[in-house]
């Protein structure tokens, strides 16, 4: 999925679920940020203070990293949470290990990553975690058929659209952006090689994977699937009745998902904030932005600087800095990451530390 979903429509969720407009706001813009936070490593203090960020993402196409982009410690967590065959712990899919680590809507895993995450909303980033868990949540059913590593699974064949007219794209946007050397690479990391058809919400789509298996998708079945059990997630989180979303928001949200029938995720954004600002969901009117990087930005408010990569010799200490959105995400990241790889994940035979 993307900014469109992760972004305007966990707000408008979070809002359905019974978050003030200022926790969904954290909510919906740290499931965002998922994809936005590219650097990691060290920053420093000009006092001898530091601190250590992580990347929750890499850039899909950055092609002259390529131990980046197999980096399971990041695209396994964060953006293609195993699904054990849909399998509870302690059962095992028929197949090889590769079975283990495809996604599934709705796995058990994931279940045990809200749990954990509920476990622990008392936390200072307790609601920066849940937009993080909000993002490989519903990334669930974006995501599911394809693996966060580098594996024949993850190549698809024979796209064709909802009237069965194949995908001429595809060979063309390959051929274009790689070499020879990076075509038997790249394009088997996670939906690759399905280009953005796993993230659109008005997409009907097929195509063949990698085990010659034919796979029919529906992603405006799927999607509407994902935000109301992410609603039961929240209404959990808030220790209220698991009623999902009502009738009404599920018809306007579906109502978006084939409205907005752009591909690119940036506009469909922008109609969603302009649906929440006047007040289409019912929800209250409310002007939501949000900056990824640079003035106005999380990192701008934590640390005074503008720049998106890269950064200053030292930064100047300030006493916000510690209860800083931009400190609290990577806390609640870091925490995610490791229970995720080092708790959940072991307790269905799967290894990927």
């Known amino acids: 999925m993307q900014i469109d979903l992760h972004h305007g429509m966990t707000w408008v969720i979070a809002r359905a679920a019974g978050?003030?407009?200022?926790?969904?706001?954290?909510?919906?813009?740290?499931?965002?940020?998922?994809?936005d936070a590219t650097n990691y490593g060290?920053?420093?203090?000009?006092?001898?203070?530091?601190?250590?960020?992580?990347?929750?993402?890499?850039?899909?196409?950055?092609?002259?990293?390529?131990?980046s982009l197999k980096n399971m410690k990041v695209w396994v967590p964060f953006h293609f949470l195993p699904g054990n065959g849909g399998l509870p712990a302690g059962q095992n899919p028929s197949g090889t290990f590769i079975k283990k680590l495809v996604c599934k809507p709705g796995s058990y895993i994931s279940k045990d990553m809200i749990d954990e995450c509920i476990a622990e909303k008392n936390r200072p980033y307790g609601l920066h975690r849940l937009g993080i868990t909000s993002h490989v949540f519903i990334d669930t059913w974006g995501h599911q058929g394809f693996a966060g590593v580098n594996h024949d699974v993850n190549k698809v064949e024979n796209i064709l659209d909802r009237n069965g007219h194949p995908e001429l794209e595809l060979t063309e946007r390959i051929s274009g952006f790689f070499s020879n050397i990076f075509q038997d690479d790249i394009p088997s990391l996670g939906h690759g090689q399905a280009l953005s058809n796993p993230d659109l919400p008005h997409q009907e789509w097929s195509y063949t994977n990698g085990l010659g298996e034919e796979v029919v998708r529906n992603n405006t079945v799927d999607f509407l699937i994902a935000a109301n059990e992410l609603c039961k997630a929240y209404q959990r989180y808030l220790d209220i009745e698991e009623n999902g979303l009502p009738e009404e928001l599920k018809l306007m949200i579906s109502k978006c998902f084939t409205e907005f029938d752009m591909n690119d995720g940036e506009a469909r954004h922008k109609l969603w904030l302009e649906a929440i600002e006047n007040d289409r969901f019912n929800l209250g009117a409310y002007t939501?932005?949000?900056?990824?990087?640079?003035?106005?930005?999380?990192?701008?408010?934590?640390?005074?600087?503008?720049?998106?990569?890269?950064?200053e010799d030292k930064y100047e200490f300030t006493a916000d800095f510690m209860t800083s959105n931009w400190k609290y995400f990577h806390d609640a990241a870091k925490k995610h990451k490791l229970t995720i790889i080092d708790d959940i994940l072991p307790q269905y035979g799967i290894c990927v530390g």
């Open 288 to 311: 939501l932005d949000y900056i990824a990087k640079g003035e106005g930005s999380w990192k701008h408010q934590a640390l005074g600087t503008t720049l998106a990569n890269g950064d």
């Open 19 to 35: 978050f003030s407009v200022e926790e969904a706001t954290i909510i919906a813009h740290a499931s965002q940020y998922v994809d």
């Open 42 to 67: 060290h920053i420093e203090f000009s006092n001898g203070a530091a601190y250590e960020r992580i990347a929750t993402a890499h850039k899909m196409l950055d092609y002259k990293n390529l131990d």
